[in-house]
DNA sequence: CTGAATATTTACAAAAGCGTAAATTGCTTA
DNA sequence: TAAGCAATTTACGCTTTTGTAAATATTCAG
C-alpha cells in the first residue's frame, strides 16, 4: 500500500510528463520543485520507488513513470477530479475551493468507493475545471482544447474548463462572470495591445490575451434550434 | 492541526468514556488495546496529547479527554457517521462495508465539507448503524435505545441500529431478513434457552438473545393507520 | 576543450510513530 | 504488612519523511 507521500510523488511524475513537451521525463529538480521539497528529498523518494518498480530512475538521469506507476498515477488523477465534481455539482462548493479538499480526498483507498462514487455522478467525462477524467480502465479522453485566446470576433462558446487553478484566477473568472458552461461572445480584439472584448449575459468586459488563454471554450454549434434552457 | 493518529486517539478515548461505566476515564493498557498499539506506545502519546492540552493525563493515573479534547473528538465521531450515512445512502454501499471507509474519510480536514455534507444528507439523527450524529455544535441525542431482547411476545417493532458493528454479525443480520428501518414482529420466546423467534416479512426465524441483544429496536407505534409501504 | 554554473547525489540529522525489554509503581491478598 | 503481580513507564532502536551542507557529476559557454 502506497503513503500519501509516494501517491503525490507518481501524482507530480505524471503532472510533468503531461506538462512537458512530449519529453515524458522530469529531473529531480523539477520534481522537488512541483511537491515544494528540497532535491536531496526527492531523490531519496526517486530511489525507493523504483524500487517498487514504479518509476524508472538511473544515477544523475531523468526520471519517468513506469506502466505500473502511470497505471497508479492516473488511478489517484481520477479520483482527484470525481471528488471535485462532487464538491463542486453535489455540494455547492464553489470553482476555486474544490481543489485543496480534493487533494486530501485522491488519497481514500476504496476501489468500491470510487467506481460509487463515479456511478452516483453520472460517470462525468470532465471535472469542473474542465479536465477529462479517466474512467475505471485508466483510459483518458484527450481532445485538444481551444483557448478563449484563440478565438475569431463574433464566435461564441461556453467555458468548458481552465489552465489555471489558482484561487486568484478562479475568483477573477468568477468576477467577469463566467462559469462553467456560461456562453459568451467574443464582441471585439484590440489589435493594439491584444485586448479581449467579451460579452457575458448581456454585460461587456475587457480580458487580456493572458487571461484569455486560460480559458478553455468549446465553440458553440446551432445544433437542433435552441435546445432546452433550463432556468 | 492534528495528524491521523492522534485523532484516533482522541476518538479511542471518547469511546472508552462512553462505554465505561460512566468513571470517563481510561487506562493506558485499555487505551493501547483499542488501538492495537503497545502500551508503551500508547503512553508515548498520552503525553504529547497532555502538552497539548487536549488530554489529562498524569504519570501511573488514568487518562480522559478535557473538554477541548472532547470538542474535537465529537467532530471526529460526526464526520465518521456523517460518511457512512453518505456511503450507505448515497453511494448504495451495504451496513457492513460503510464503517472501514469511514475510518479513512473521518480524517479529512475541512469544516465546510462536513457541514455541506450534513446538509446535503438532510440533516440525519442517526447512521446506518442507528448511532446518533453529532450535530454542527457537537450536541448529542443521547437518546436510550431498546433492544430486541428486551421486547414482548407479540411486540412490532422496526431496526433501528445495531450494536455490534463487526462485518460477521452484519452479514448475519442480513441473512435474517433484518435491515435499517424493516419491521419485524416477536412471535414466541422459549422459556428454556431464551431463544427468540420472529417474523421478517413472513418469514420466521430464531435468534439468540446474545444476537437480539445488538439488535436495536424502536417500537411501532400505530399511528394513522398504515403509512406507505415503499416495496 | 576547459572551467564555471547547474543538477544531482551523499552524508548526516530531526521528528513522528511504533516496537522490545527492562525498570518502576501501586494495588491486592495472604 | 509484605510479597507478588499487573499496570505503567523508561530507555533504546527502527523506519519514514523531511531537512541542511557538502561532495560529485554533467553540461554549456567561450
Redesign the pocket.
Known amino acids: 500500500m502506497l503513503?500519501f507521500?509516494?501517491e503525490n510523488y507518481l501524482k507530480a511524475l505524471l503532472k510533468l510528463a503531461w506538462e512537458g513537451d512530449g519529453s515524458e521525463e522530469a529531473?529531480?529538480?523539477?520534481i522537488a520543485r512541483e511537491l515544494?521539497?528540497?532535491?536531496?528529498?526527492a531523490?531519496?523518494?526517486?530511489?525507493?520507488l523504483k524500487e517498487k518498480k514504479l518509476v524508472s530512475?538511473?544515477?544523475?538521469?531523468?526520471s519517468s513513470l513506469t506502466a505500473a506507476g502511470r497505471r497508479l498515477g492516473i488511478e489517484i488523477v481520477r479520483k482527484h477530479r470525481l471528488w471535485e465534481t462532487f464538491l463542486f455539482e453535489k455540494l455547492g462548493f464553489s470553482w476555486d475551493e474544490v481543489h485543496e479538499v480534493a487533494e486530501q480526498l485522491e488519497h481514500i483507498k476504496s476501489a468500491k468507493l470510487v467506481n460509487k462514487l463515479d456511478q452516483f455522478l453520472g460517470y462525468p467525462a470532465v471535472d469542473p475545471h474542465g479536465d477529462a477524467i479517466p474512467n475505471a480502465k485508466g483510459e483518458i479522453n484527450l481532445q485538444q482544447r481551444k483557448t478563449l485566446a484563440e478565438q475569431a470576433v463574433g464566435m461564441r462558446c461556453t467555458v468548458a474548463g481552465v489552465k489555471d487553478n489558482t484561487a486568484a484566477f478562479l475568483q477573477y473568472v468568477d468576477k467577469v462572470g463566467l462559469a462553467i458552461n456560461q456562453q459568451l461572445t467574443v464582441t471585439s480584439v484590440q489589435p493594439y495591445d491584444g485586448l479581449i472584448e467579451i460579452e457575458v449575459d448581456g454585460k461587456r468586459s475587457s480580458v487580456s490575451p493572458q487571461f484569455a488563454e486560460n480559458i478553455i471554450v468549446q465553440p458553440l454549434v446551432n445544433k437542433a434550434a435552441g435546445g432546452r434552457s433550463k432556468k
Open positions: 503513503s507521500t509516494e529531473g529531480t529538480n523539477d515544494n521539497v528540497k532535491p536531496a528529498t531523490n531519496d523518494m526517486l530511489k525507493k530512475y538511473k544515477r544523475y538521469g531523468k
